[in-house]
Antibody, heavy 122, light 111 residues
Framework: QVQLQESGPGLVKPSQTLSLTCMIS??????????WSWIRQHPGTGLEWIGY???????HYNPSLQSRLTFTLDRSKNQFSLKLSSVTAADTAVYFC??????????????WGRGTLVTVSS | DIVMTQTPLSLSVTPGQPASISCKSS???????????LSWYLHKPGQAPQLLIY???NRFSGVPDRFSGGGSGTDFTLKISRVEAEDVGVYYC????????FGQGTKLEIK
């Protein structure tokens, strides 16, 4: 059974870079036909898509965050990562990683992690 | 940006009774390939969110058949034929025709 698990520091100082990793267990990040996303939920509000990285390494970011984002994929560790620079309190949120599939049909976010809370504060 | 609007924002249902959630998009979700890119998710307390329905009415693997999705264009509905205690949580609709945006969420509680 494939599972996703987010990890990273729970507290980041303003202006610093937020770094998160999503570990994939029970399956391979290089299995083909998948794309890997980050989604966040600000306290008390709805979900916001951050971006995705294909298993080929191609990326697509939310335009509102694009200038601050970098996604990477590490096949040797079976994980993918997010870096968000110059964070402010507005980046405080629960961050989820999720998988999408484009195998037989396009199925968005068919598997999610439980999420990790990141607080931006000095 | 496509705006997704869900109603109601909260729902209290007696077990065994039906429930329905509406989702409206600010523009049509019908793509040129003939498919409509609207999905439904459930986020149960303390768990990872889960996919219920994709392309309006396709039930994802393992999802009970008491869940069904319908609609077209800009108006969509998720129906639960007989609510069970395990269905509590927050339900989200999401469009994926133009990047991804989610509805505000509908919290379902058991009476």
């Amino acid at each position: 059974q494939v599972q996703l698990q987010e990890s990273g520091p729970g507290l980041v100082k303003p202006s610093q870079t937020l770094s998160l990793t999503c570990m994939i267990s029970g399956g391979s990040i290089s299995g083909g036909g998948y794309y890997w996303s980050w989604i966040r939920q600000h306290p008390g509000t709805g979900l916001e898509w951050i971006g995705y990285i294909f298993d080929t390494g191609n990326t697509h970011y939310n335009p509102s965050l694009q200038s601050r984002l970098t996604f990477t994929l590490d096949r040797s560790k079976n994980q993918f990562s997010l870096k968000l620079s110059s964070v402010t309190a507005a980046d405080t949120a629960v961050y989820f990683c999720a998988r999408g599939s484009y195998r037989s049909s396009l199925v968005p976010f068919d598997l999610w992690g439980r999420g990790t809370l990141v607080t931006v504060s000095s | 940006d496509i705006v997704m609007t869900q109603t109601p924002l909260s729902l209290s249902v007696t077990p065994g009774q039906p429930a329905s959630i509406s989702c409206k998009s600010s523009q049509s979700l019908l793509y040129t390939d003939g498919k409509t890119y609207l999905s439904w998710y459930l986020h149960k307390p303390g768990q990872a969110p889960q996919l219920l329905i994709y392309e309006v009415s396709n039930r994802f693997s393992g999802v009970p058949d008491r869940f069904s999705g319908g609609g077209s264009g800009t108006d969509f509905t998720l129906k639960i034929s007989r609510v069970e205690a395990e269905d509590v949580g927050v339900y989200y609709c999401m469009q994926s025709i133009e990047l991804y945006t989610f509805g505000q969420g509908t919290k379902l509680e058991i009476k």
